[in-house]
């Protein structure tokens, strides 16, 4: 829209009345001290991470300039603002009387001005107090704050109705129509699928080299097996929900993979029901219907899963080989009826914490394996035998069973192991090893016992150059993040 005639805008007389009024107003070439605009930024960006992904990143892709201080938005009252333009002099005939006056609306949250002089009846600047999305000039483009405002409301649950609750309540001088809203939002959810595409791509490398790292190698046509969670979640609590997702997530690195949504609703598929049919608009519809699924919400969670896990290969290079079980099984008995791997690969159901510690078992052996093909005999009396793993397999196992409350212990007591193992009796290394006259560590139960330990060459600890290669695989199994979903899935159990 064109805001060049006078009649756009409120005079200055008018504007006396109207002072009351507050307005939002973007000043950009108010700079304050570098603390504020370090602090500024901060704050900013973690304001922006609602969704758990680089938001900043996705402004970027949808357009919008980037979050540094002189592009960022200020509330302004108007009525404050009015005063500060008051007591300057007009540049052309250098007499006090400018006024500033904004556009009445139908721009959303952005707002044009027009700095104007009474003496001289000229008018000093006329522009929009904000940007379009990157800078764009073109009238089609959305305007950056109101691509912003929709982002955030959209990242915290909330609609059009709550945005205008919100600017209602804040005295805004106007609010963004439904339509803008629209708009805006489509262009947010455009760069949100291009992003997540991005993101995708990336985390399935870091998947890959992560089972690398432990010893697990896409077969040779490249598809790797690997265990997920699957969990769905619906828009609305019970069974009424006309929206449901459901997303694949790697155990080991807790990376996202792929999702789903399904809809079995379309408000204007709903608006026509009944009516005689109009197959102009059907066509014209029907590529951006939302409504891609007929069923119940209780239905979707499983449509879900066969979709996922039908498509693994062809979009990932993977196989959803193991199925961490969640209680409920529905998920996993629709994968494996589908048995989209063919019978060469069952699809497992299994516990997080075994199978976190069989992980452990497996990486050690093949450490053993690589370093042999090295010239690097880690096998043999007194080294990593096949019973020296097993136990620390188990002892790992225990660790995450015993110590799911408390991460920071847990982590503690998984490199208790490590330590335990590489203890001699010159330098032992018990004191993270867990205490008390049950504790898997001799050590430890001698002390509890108040007995003298025992000599460490009956225990068979490592020699310390072979205690130090498992090191890797330890801290890779001692992740935080694969701990605390370890931990997670064994407290929601025992509830
Ligand atoms: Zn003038
Ligand atoms: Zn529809
Ligand atoms: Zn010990």
């Given at each position: 829209m064109k805001l060049s005639t006078r009649k756009a805008f409120v005079g200055r007389r008018k504007m006396k009345s109207k002072q009351r009024e507050r307005a939002i107003v973007v000043e950009k070439s108010m700079v304050t001290t570098p603390t504020s605009v370090t602090k500024e930024r901060s704050a900013s960006e973690t304001k922006l991470n609602v969704f758990g992904i680089d938001m900043e990143e996705m402004l970027r892709q949808s357009g919008a300039p980037a979050c540094h201080f002189e592009e960022c938005y200020l509330f302004v009252q108007k009525s404050i603002m009015l005063d500060f333009f008051s007591i300057l002099l007009c540049p052309m005939c250098k007499q006090p009387g400018l006024t500033f006056a904004t556009s009445s609306g139908e721009l959303g949250f952005a707002t044009k001005a027009r700095l104007a002089c009474e003496?001289?009846?000229?008018?000093?600047k006329e522009d929009f107090l904000c940007e379009r999305v990157g800078g764009s000039k073109s009238q089609t483009d959305p305007f950056d704050v109101n691509l912003r405002a929709t982002l955030a409301f959209r990242g915290i649950g909330c609609g059009h109705s709550a945005m205008k609750e919100w600017a209602s309540t804040m005295n805004l001088a106007h609010v963004m129509s439904y339509d803008a809203y629209r708009t805006a939002h489509q262009k947010i959810a455009d760069a949100s699928r291009h992003t997540f595409q991005e993101i995708a791509s990336k985390s399935r490398e870091a998947i890959v080299s992560a089972y690398n790292e432990i010893g697990e190698h896409p077969d040779e046509n490249g598809i790797l097996n690997i265990a997920v969670s699957f969990d769905g979640s619906w828009q609305?609590?019970?069974?009424?929900?006309?929206n449901g997702i459901a997303a694949v997530i790697d155990l080991l690195t807790g990376l996202p993979i792929d999702f789903e949504v399904l809809s079995n609703f379309c408000i204007k598929c709903k608006a026509v029901e009944g009516e005689q049919e109009d197959l102009e608009w059907k066509k014209r519809h029907e590529p951006n219907c939302p409504k891609n699924f007929e069923g119940t919400a209780g239905a979707m969670e499983v449509a879900c899963a066969k979709k996922l896990w039908s498509r693994s290969i062809e979009k990932c290079n993977f196989r959803y080989a193991t199925i961490l079980s969640d209680g409920d099984s529905k998920a996993f008995d629709a994968v494996t009826s589908l048995n989209p791997y063919g019978t060469g690969v069952q699809i497992q159901k299994e516990d997080c914490v075994n199978h976190v510690s069989k992980r452990m078992g497996m990486a050690l052996r093949n450490l053993v394996a690589i370093s042999k093909a090295q010239?690097?005999?880690?096998?043999g009396k007194g080294k990593l035998t096949q019973e020296k793993i097993t136990k620390i397999q188990n002892y790992y196992g225990r660790a995450i069973k015993d110590n799911s409350c408390d991460i920071q212990l847990l982590k503690k007591r998984i490199m208790a192991v490590l330590l335990h193992l590489s203890s001699t009796n010159k330098m032992p290394k018990h004191m993270h090893c867990p205490p008390g006259e049950h504790s898997w560590c001799f050590w430890q139960r001698a002390i509890a016992k108040s007995t003298v330990p025992e000599s460490h060459e009956e225990h068979e600890t490592l020699p310390p150059d072979i205690g130090k290669k498992p090191v890797p695989i330890f801290l890779r199994l001692s992740d935080e993040a694969l701990l605390k979903r370890c931990a997670r899935q064994k407290n929601t159990k025992s509830n």
């Open positions: 003496v001289c009846d000229k008018v000093v609305k609590r019970g069974f009424t929900s006309h010239k690097v005999q880690l096998s």
